[in-house]
């Protein structure tokens, strides 16, 4: 995803232009070059992703082919675009699966192949991964312990579990992670304790969890309260 400026890069025989707040998808057996398109320069953030773990996240099905590499600005899945957002946070292997299951989404849709239909959802598994993690969010359950509760594959929950709750496993837990700091910081809590308190690795991580969702920092948030 280009973050500033213009990237203009040359693709399956064609110059293209990626602007700011655009993507474009390359796929790995096709070369390309890449460069500034102005004096300006430019900025961007990029995903590699094993071709392998976008097959298993489509079951097993053929990997499309995005024959037009750029993706407008308006077609940007919000999905992606925290993924690319959240790559310099440590990633866990159930962040790992949900990357994967965001790519393989945005490849099916500006791919030229048909649709699959939509499965019948597990909720009563899904119930009880979401019960796992909103019982105890303070603690990062590893994706084994999903499948164990839920008897579902690794693959099948991540999908299953957005289109049912709207919303990645570990993205859920982050929400009620940062419900138990709020009502640790509303009972006057130091914004350090309540970051570990609540899982985060530290006051800074909080932080960055707390204003990317809320658009305020903990800090300003809690003296709005008074």
């Known amino acids: 995803m280009t973050l500033t400026g213009v990237q ?65 600005h308006h077609d940007m899945d919000p999905a992606l675009i925290a993924c690319l957002n959240d790559i310099d946070e440590p990633i866990g292997d159930c962040e790992r699966v949900e990357i994967a299951l965001v790519i393989a989404g945005v490849l099916e849709k500006h791919s030229s192949a048909p649709r699959n239909k939509r499965v019948p959802l597990c909720m009563a598994s899904l119930l009880r991964v979401r019960d796992l993690i909103a019982d105890d969010p303070m603690i990062q359950h590893p994706v084994k312990e999903f499948e164990r509760v839920s008897g579902l594959d690794r693959w099948t929950i991540a999908r299953q579990f957005r289109a049912a709750f709207g919303t990645s496993p570990s993205r859920f837990r982050t929400m009620r992670q940062l419900d138990l700091a709020r009502l640790m910081i509303i009972g006057g809590m130091p914004l350090r304790d309540a970051a570990l308190e609540a899982g985060f690795a530290d006051q800074s991580h909080l932080s ?19």
């Open 8 to 72: 203009t890069f040359r693709y399956r025989g064609e110059r293209r232009h990626c602007l700011a707040g655009e993507g474009h998808i390359l796929h790995p057996d096709e070369l390309h070059d890449g460069g500034a398109g102005t004096e300006e320069g430019f900025g961007y953030r990029i995903l590699y992703v094993d071709p392998s773990l976008v097959q298993q996240a489509l079951d097993g099905k053929p990997l499309p082919f995005v024959a037009d590499p750029v993706v407008k």
């Open 208 to 226: 960055r969890m707390f204003k990317r969702t809320y658009g305020l920092t903990p800090a300003r948030w809690a003296a709005a309260l008074t």
